[in-house]
Structure formats: structure tokens, C-alpha cells
């Protein structure tokens, strides 16, 4: 199994700044994209941004220009920098990896299954 830990949530007023993070831990052979999802009540989980493992970004069109999605390879941690808030981005948000998990076998560290987790998610409110 993949966990992921998200940190960073809180209250803004609007025009704020806030960054969340999120730290994947476990047995990780190799993660691929990493993203943020949000949610609020009533409505599909929606994508916010995500990342390939080569550092592509992916951005929702809502954001773009407000938000910056980055990754830090080395510890599986992946951070999602929002400027510029507004009202309409308070929601739930959630990590999402997917990738494949590894095992020791034979002596070797090697690929046994993909997975794709989900963090438990963190609440962003922006105070208009």
C-alpha cells in the first residue's frame, strides 16, 4: 500500500496565498503523475493540476495563471502553491498518485503492482 499524507489547508481571505503539501510513503517502486483533485459538496471531485514524474504540469483552465503544481522526486512529495484565491476555490482537496509498488525479492528491489492512492484530504476556505 501507498499513503498519502496532505498538509497545508486552512482559512485565506480572498486574494491570499496558501500551499499545500503532499508526501506519498510506502513500499514505492516508482511513482508516475502525481496531482490535486477538490471537491465540494454536491459536486464531482474535479482536477485541480497534476504532474507527470519528468515534471510536465497539467492545469485545470480555473487556475491556470493562480496556481503552480511542483515535485520533489527524491522524498515522493508533490506541492500545489495557490495564489490569488478566490471564493469559488474553497473546496476540499485531495493528493492523487498513481504508479507501482515494489517488493524485495531475490535480493533486488523490484516492480510488483500498479497503484493509485488517494490522500485523506485537507479544506481549503477562502473568505470573500
Known amino acids: 500500500q501507498v499513503q498519502l499524507v496532505e498538509s497545508g489547508g486552512g482559512l485565506v481571505q480572498a486574494g491570499g496565498s496558501l500551499t499545500l503539501s503532499c508526501a506519498a510513503s510506502?513500499?514505492?517502486?516508482?511513482?508516475?503523475?502525481m496531482g490535486w483533485y477538490r471537491q465540494v459538496p454536491g459536486k464531482q471531485r474535479e482536477l485541480v493540476a497534476a504532474?507527470?514524474?519528468?515534471?510536465?504540469?497539467n492545469y485545470a483552465d480555473s487556475v491556470k495563471g493562480r496556481f503552480t503544481i511542483s515535485r520533489y522526486n527524491a522524498n515522493n512529495t508533490v506541492y500545489l502553491q495557490m495564489n490569488s484565491l478566490k471564493a469559488e476555490d474553497t473546496a476540499v482537496y485531495y493528493c492523487?498518485?498513481?504508479?507501482?509498488?515494489?517488493?524485495?525479492?531475490?535480493?533486488?528491489?523490484?516492480?510488483?503492482?500498479?497503484?493509485?492512492?488517494w490522500g485523506q484530504g485537507t479544506q481549503v476556505t477562502v473568505s470573500s
Open positions: 510506502g513500499y514505492i517502486f516508482r511513482i508516475n503523475t
Open positions: 504532474i507527470t514524474s519528468g515534471g510536465t504540469p
Open positions: 492523487n498518485a498513481d504508479g507501482t509498488i515494489g517488493m524485495y525479492s531475490g535480493g533486488r528491489y523490484s516492480p510488483r503492482k500498479d497503484f493509485t492512492s
